[in-house]
């Protein structure tokens, strides 16, 4: 669990960050939204120590990071996993060298135990093994983040720190990567951090969402309440982004009551919510048996 405690960041006379009060679970997909400038980059870096903040506490499972000294930052420091937007891979090395990078530098195991552990997180992200030994420039954009996301696994963070994880990616790509960080943050229990401006990640992984507005936590929730949402400038936020296609999509649903075949499920089921009707005629309003109430039929 990581708990941010009215954190606070000026730069200069500038505040970024005016007082931000958090709480990242574990084994959650915890998302952070909002419009270019509100803060998110900014209170990311101030949770893994790229930049101090002006007051406030980061939380470790209890231990304030901020007021740690060098050597226990290092512990912490080890604990966390990044995945870079872009992916972040050296490009002069292999797929197999560049996740054998971190075990290289914090490890002292002998080659072939590395050599296995490396075998084993490319095989959790279903890369195959014909490519371990391809140059990044050799592999498509979404095996590249595959690789970026074993690296990040690599050494077993507690914390998994993910920024624009779908940058570059088509929308089905980006699902699959999408569920691939959803299934590893459960199985190995790591509080996740995502940065994202992706609304299908919302509505599909999005446990816990924090919407930034200037520099300030405007509102948290799940991809259940954010359709439901009645504030109005996460409503602005949601409308003047990528999420207007759905928008869009919706009152096609409403006009024609067909639903797109791309759709993905979890914007199906909000919608089927927000709507109060059975889309899809599987029985139920939402996700079958979890959310929402019986469909009148
Ligand atoms: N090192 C810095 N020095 C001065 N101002 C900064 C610095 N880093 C960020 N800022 C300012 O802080 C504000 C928040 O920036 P931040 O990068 O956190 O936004 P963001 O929400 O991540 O935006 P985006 O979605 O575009 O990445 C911006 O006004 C930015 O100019």
Not at 2 to 25: C, R, Y
Not at 112 to 118: D, E, G, I, L, Q
Not at 226 to 249: G, P
Request: aromatic share 6%; hydrophobic share 35%.
């Amino acid at each position: 669990m990581i708990e941010i405690k009215n954190l606070k960041k000026s730069f200069d006379d500038k505040a970024v960050l005016k007082g931000v009060d958090v709480t990242f679970d574990d084994g959650k997909c915890n998302l952070i939204i909002g419009s270019s400038g509100s803060g998110k980059t900014v209170l990311m870096k101030c949770m893994v120590g790229l930049i101090k903040p002006t007051s406030g506490g980061v939380l470790y499972d209890g231990d304030d990071f901020v007021s740690m000294n060098d050597v226990e930052k290092k512990t912490i420091r080890e604990k966390i996993g990044m995945l870079f937007q872009g992916g972040a891979l050296f490009d002069s090395q292999t797929v197999e060298q560049n996740v054998m990078f971190p075990l290289d530098m914090f490890t002292n195991d002998k080659y072939a135990k590395k050599k296995n552990r490396v075998k084993q997180v490319l095989e959790r992200v279903q890369l195959k093994e014909e490519s371990y030994h391809k140059f990044p420039s050799e592999i498509s954009g979404g095996m590249q983040k595959r690789v970026a996301l074993a690296r990040a696994i690599v050494l077993n963070p507690k914390y998994l720190f993910c920024d624009e994880p779908n940058s570059g990616l088509d929308p089905q790509t980006s699902l699959v990567i999408d569920k691939l960080i959803q299934e590893i943050t459960q199985e190995y229990n790591i509080t996740t951090i995502i940065n994202t401006h992706d609304m299908n990640s919302v509505m599909e992984i999005g446990d816990h969402i924090t919407y930034m507005h200037q520099g300030e936590k405007e509102w948290e929730g799940n991809n259940k309440e954010i359709i439901l949402s009645e504030n109005q400038k996460l409503n602005d936020f949601i409308f003047a982004s990528e999420f207007l296609k759905d928008a869009k999509r919706m009152r096609t649903i409403q006009e024609t009551g067909e639903i797109p075949k791309d759709m993905p499920a979890g914007v199906k089921d909000a919608i089927e919510e927000k709507l109060n009707v059975d889309l899809d005629g599987d029985g139920h309003i939402g996700s079958p048996g979890k959310n929402g109430p019986p469909s009148k039929e």
